[in-house]
């Protein structure tokens, strides 16, 4: 994989360095004398399944599996080929960087230090500040200097760097076409290798045991021993699972119990079948399955505002009914019904509590609806992050104690980390998986679309990694978007899967997609039936979304572009007044804002983008106390005016996390017939459903 140089502006901090929430140590549990037993005996087993599988195996064609070796080779120096190829472009682009830099933030930025401190000085009227100018001159001067220098250094190291660049580019284009038709040659090889083992991976003949030895080594008997050696009730499930062929093939269908732990996603499993009849069947039996593999391995749930403080774990059978109670309400996305048990997996790993989940559906629904209605799937729901979690630096705000993180992020905003775990945690709450994407210097979203998988607020796959637990090591993201790729055939998938378990029951090394082409070669081979499959579907693989604004803030017109717009009527924008006097001005009433749907019925207005008006006609003039139903996300205070009065007045806004609520009412004082109320831009985003008048008697 050639790897890709992305120069990105402004300060970074690494993906990790903020909010990383690991799950707590499992402590490894002693094994009881009867769990000694339970060892022998599954490890006989598992040999015994071994030395049978040993002789019905069948080998690979010595030809093709040569041809496809030297294949292999054939890329691997391709590979660094191209990358050698590559450097020399990579150090123009990183040169011409470096150029810009200095002219534009080092000596641009040092222009305008010195003349503000110019001016300092002209309107200095004390020594004081005449010397404290004097010095701030001198130290934008001097940066001046240093710009100067450091920009002839890197001009100067630049004109070298693009001397001959056309031939480079050359060289690099013949380096990529090599590289293409390596790689080209080498899938042909793995298919020809394939077809000599093909009717083997097609046939379910020896699934039962297959995937019983699969299990048996994931899991290892030592591992199952450890769990089954607690008690009778342990041991029991063990015995089910090790009995029940269809569900330990669900179980690995659906990617196996995180870090080999069926004892644990067992016990799991059965809770939750326990718990609630309806997961036996349909999307909540997949979703039953999802949550048991996954959290065999306790996912830590944070629960305070620190990032740092330890993680409690997330009880999987509540974290199941959670789920389960949402979208029998209709709470989740209508795609969620259709979701593979592996899919489900990156649902349910959310280390919000389940209440802050259902927070998070509440709060859009409430302050944002236009993201649940965005026709563009791949912003749905995390377009949020964009349009509220503004890009700032730790030392520009506080976490309030009393929220929780995801509220702290939506109120105070952040950087790499906290924005991008926003997006995840958003799309989770909604029943749309996400998957912890990494780069370097900065973080991004990866989420399910109904077209496939698609990057926000960063770049593509190819430079990106998995979360640490996704994998110990780091999954690559091209190889998790293959697998995405592969998944969307199930039967073909099948034949992915028995290679997989072909190299368990043989005792394979497994595929590790961050040290290429590891690996046994039925797991290789694994690796490579996911090839053919997505080279025969031919799927369009989605370019990433919003990396322009993967370290910045949304502009505010792109914002109010974003907002969905809702058709609106003249019986919308009617003006109410009732019998007591009271007049109620919906959100349509008022010039200048954006509209959307409300889930209360009728619209709500987004504000924060312009100013904004309403005209209201009042029977009697006289005192009126105005307020109005709100959400806000943080601290707003609008300012209006009534009749073009010279001084405003302030209209504070509750900060209501998220929910409903009505503002202290305001006194002014009112005309008969016309009265205008024009309210100045907004300093931050907020929600109106309406504004109501009340006669003061």
């Known amino acids: 994989m050639i790897k890709h140089t992305y120069i990105l502006i402004g300060t970074l901090v690494l993906l990790g360095a903020e909010a990383v929430v690991a799950a707590p140590q499992v402590t490894p549990v002693p094994l009881s004398e009867r769990g000694q037993i339970l060892q022998a005996q599954y490890a006989a087993e598992l040999t015994d399944l071994q030395a049978k599988f040993a002789k019905v195996i069948p080998a690979f064609d010595p030809v093709k599996k040569t041809a496809f070796e030297e294949a292999q080779t054939a890329v691997r120096k391709a590979v660094a080929e191209a990358e050698a190829a590559q450097k020399p472009l990579l150090a123009i682009q990183s040169g011409k960087g470096l150029v810009d830099h200095a002219k534009g933030k080092w000596i641009g930025g040092a222009d305008k230090g010195i003349a503000a401190a110019e001016a300092k000085l002209k309107a200095a009227t004390t020594p004081e500040d005449r010397a404290a100018a004097q010095m701030d001159l001198e130290k934008w001067q001097k940066n001046k200097v240093d710009g100067l220098a450091a920009l002839a250094q890197r001009e100067a190291a630049l004109a070298v760097a693009i001397e001959n660049e056309a031939q480079k580019i050359q060289a690099d284009a013949a380096a990529k076409a090599a590289l293409a038709a390596a790689r080209a040659n080498e899938l042909q090889a ?40 607690q008690g009778v009730e342990q041991e029991t499930l063990v015995n089910k699972l090790l009995a029940n062929p269809a569900l330990m093939k669900a179980m690995l269908e659906a990617g196996g119990a995180k870090a080999g732990r069926y004892g644990q996603a067992m016990q799991i499993y059965s809770g939750i079948q326990k718990a609630s009849p309806k997961a036996r069947e349909g999307i909540l039996h ?17 629960n305070a505002v620190s990032e740092k403080n330890a993680p409690t774990i997330v009880d999987p059978i509540q974290r199941y009914l959670h789920y389960e109670k949402a979208y029998l309400a209709g709470e989740l996305d209508p795609a969620f019904k259709n979701m593979s048990a592996w899919e489900c997996r990156m649902i349910v790993n959310s280390y919000a509590p389940d209440h802050i989940l259902a927070w998070g559906r ?3 629904r409430n302050y944002r609806p236009d993201h649940i209605y965005n026709a563009d799937q791949g912003w749905r729901y995390s377009g949020i992050v964009g349009s509220d979690a503004t890009y700032r630096h730790s030392n520009e705000y506080t976490d309030t104690d009393s929220l929780h993180l995801f509220q702290n992020i939506v109120k105070n905003g952040g950087i790499c980390g906290r924005r991008a775990f926003l997006g995840r945690y958003i799309c989770r709450s909604f029943g749309i998986p996400a998957w912890g994407v990494a780069q370097h210097a900065h973080g991004a979203v990866g989420r399910w679309t109904p077209s496939g998988w698609v990057v926000n607020y960063g770049a593509g796959w190819d430079v990106s990694w998995g979360p640490p637990e996704e994998t110990e090591s780091g999954r690559r993201g091209w190889h998790f978007l293959l697998e995405t790729q592969a998944r969307r055939f199930p039967a073909d998938y099948l034949q992915v899967l028995r290679a997989q378990w072909t190299g368990d029951a043989l005792g394979e090394a497994k595929y590790n997609s961050s040290h290429d082409r590891s690996g046994g070669p039925w797991n290789v081979l694994a690796l490579f039936q996911q090839r053919l499959i997505v080279a025969e579907a031919k799927p369009a693989e989605l370019a990433a ?3 322009e604004l993967g370290e910045a803030n949304e502009s505010a017109e792109a914002k109010a572009r974003a907002v969905a717009k809702a058709t609106v009527t003249e019986a919308d924008r009617k003006i109410l007044i009732a019998s007591n006097g009271v007049i ?6 008022c010039k200048g804002t954006q509209l959307t749907n409300s889930y209360l019925g009728g619209q709500q207005m987004t504000c924060g983008g312009s100013p904004f008006s309403f005209e209201i006609d009042v029977a009697r003039a006289g005192k009126y106390r105005i307020d109005a139903r709100v959400v806000t996300l943080r601290d707003v205070t609008l300012q209006f005016n009534v009749n073009n009065a010279p001084e405003p007045i302030a209209f504070p806004l509750p900060y209501t996390i998220g929910r409903w609520q009505q503002t202290i009412p305001v006194e002014v004082t009112l005309v008969q ?8 831009k907004p300093p931050t985003s907020a929600t109106i459903k309406d504004f109501t008048l009340t006669p003061v008697n």
Request: include cysteine; proline fraction near 5%; hydrophobic fraction near 45%.
């Open 545 to 547: 979304l919003g990396t």
């Open 584 to 589: 109620t001005v919906p959100a349509a009433a």
């Open 362 to 364: 509440e709060m859009l």
């Open 673 to 680: 017939g016309k009265n205008t109320f024009k309210f100045s």
């Open 190 to 229: 793995a298919k020809a290798m394939s077809a000599s083992v093909l009717s083997f991976l097609s046939s379910e003949k020896y699934d039962p045991n297959l995937v019983k030895c699969a299990v048996l080594a994931n899991a290892t008997p030592k591992g199952l021993a450890e769990f089954a050696g």
């Open 286 to 302: 997949r979703l039953a399955l999802g949550t048991s593999l996954e959290h065999a391995l306790p996912v830590g749930q944070q």
